[in-house]
């Protein structure tokens, strides 16, 4: 196993670069693929080969549940610095249980308890038609402006009046389209896998801000379009991001939310974003995404190798 364990906790680190970059040069629907799929695979990678020390550090503790051979020095000797090494994963991995367990806790309590805070009250069906969303629309009596997309089966925009009150006719068909977006693109379960990759390895955790902007990004050019019109969906981001002062948890995304919302307003007021999946090799984001494929390929093989390894020492150190 030897050091090739260590590499999937560490190679997150390459891609960082690509986090800062893709936003730049990607269409933000490939942007918020590409970082989730890293992100993804790298935090499986690191959990996986937090177990492998795990079962060598708990091979070593006494009244463990596994074959006394476990504990062999050949099994030891399988990983550099074991005695810290095994007992400093058992921590670390009950750290991202526990962090994992948390982060959905959170996700699904706010789920559960906003659809039960709209229990009976009616869609707006007619005003969602009549702006371009889809059935669903929840309007809240509140003078506080926010609006965001609620997931379930099926699923909700939620807009307060006084969110509606800021914009003209032209800006909430923007918003009702943009929250339509997030629905049918299924953000709210990109946000929630980066948000455990990044509770998994603390590296990881840039990319789940990078995924955030990208889907915002996303679901602005779905309104951009829907609409036909850049600059009102650009004013009403800007105006929904000025008079808010409601977000919803992390794993949610929200029209009037804060954020890079200067940055949000200037792609829009740009032209359209190539839709591309992969940037150009010769540019500086085409290398930072090879140098996260790269990475990625490398802790998948790096895992695959270290449990390969493991599973040979502890075949030839267990009796038959």
Known sequence: MGVFVFLPLVLPLTALPIARLAEQHLHPRSAAWLLTSVAVVLAACSTFCLGLLVVVGTAQLPGNPLPDSWSDPEVREAVPYDEVAGKTAIVALLLVVVACARTVRRHLRFRSRAHRALVGLPDVPAYASAYGAVPGLAILDDELPYGYALPGSPGRIVVSTGLLSCLNQGERAALLAHEHAHLAGRHHRLL?????????????????????????????????????????????????????????????????????????????????????????????????????AAGTAASTVSALNAASALFLVLEAATPL
Do not use: I
Request: net charge positive; charged share 15%; aromatic share 8%.
């Open 192 to 292: 929630l896998a980066v948000r455990l990759a990044g509770c998994a390895n603390p590296f990881l955790r840039p990319l789940a801000a990078a995924v955030t902007y990208s889907t915002e990004r996303w679901a602005d050019e779905e309104a951009a379009y829907a609409t036909g019109d850049r600059r009102t969906t650009a004013r009403a981001v800007g105006k929904a991001a000025l008079f808010s002062h409601q977000a919803p948890p992390p794993g949610f995304a929200a029209f009037a939310s804060a954020g890079p919302v200067p940055r949000r307003v200037a792609a829009l007021l740009g032209p359209v974003p190539p839709r591309r999946s992969w940037p150009p090799a010769l540019t500086r984001a085409g290398m930072a995404a090879y140098v996260a």
